[in-house]
């Protein structure tokens, strides 16, 4: 889930490894959209992104936390396996379901802040909804 012109951050093999499940409040797919895939890069700035459609694994490479999708056994929505310090999907969800409450706006509508001591990419205006970047 790179959005940021750089290489990736390097990662040792890893494992799908057992963790909690629950429901996703999103469809997973939204990440394929690059507005999407945007906000939740935002959301989670060292997650990087495998898969496609509704199997997403977001793998963390500085904490080693995971998360994945996968339709619901029902065939109604969306499942997500969670594994680590971090809460990888919930972040995203968050943020997705801020952006789209706001009309999923362009790219256009983001802004940036930068001071000496943080970065901050904000939704329509500087006071507007708003993540912080790592610096």
């Known amino acids: 889930m790179i959005a940021r012109p750089h290489d990736r951050p390097p990662h040792g093999p890893f494992e799908l490894l057992p963790g909690e499940e629950r429901p996703s409040r999103i469809d ?3 990440l394929d959209d690059w ?3 945007f906000v939740g890069q935002l959301a989670a700035p ?4 495998l898969g496609m459609g509704n199997e997403q694994i977001l793998l963390d490479v ?3 936390s995971q998360a994945r999708t996968r339709p619901a056994a029902d065939g109604k929505g969306w499942t997500v396996v969670r594994r680590g ?3 990888l999907w919930t972040a995203i969800e968050d943020a997705l379901v801020q952006w789209r409450s ?5 790219l256009s509508a983001f802004g940036m802040t930068i001071t000496s001591d943080a970065q901050k990419v904000w939704l329509d205006l ?3 909804p708003s993540w912080t ?3």
């Open 126 to 128: 500087p006071h507007g």
């Open 35 to 37: 507005t999407g895939r």
């Open 46 to 49: 060292s997650a990087e992104r």
């Open 133 to 135: 970047l790592p610096i």
């Open 85 to 87: 310090p971090l809460d």
């Open 28 to 30: 997973p797919a939204l």
């Open 102 to 106: 706001h009309g999923s706006p362009h």
């Open 62 to 64: 500085a904490t080693g």
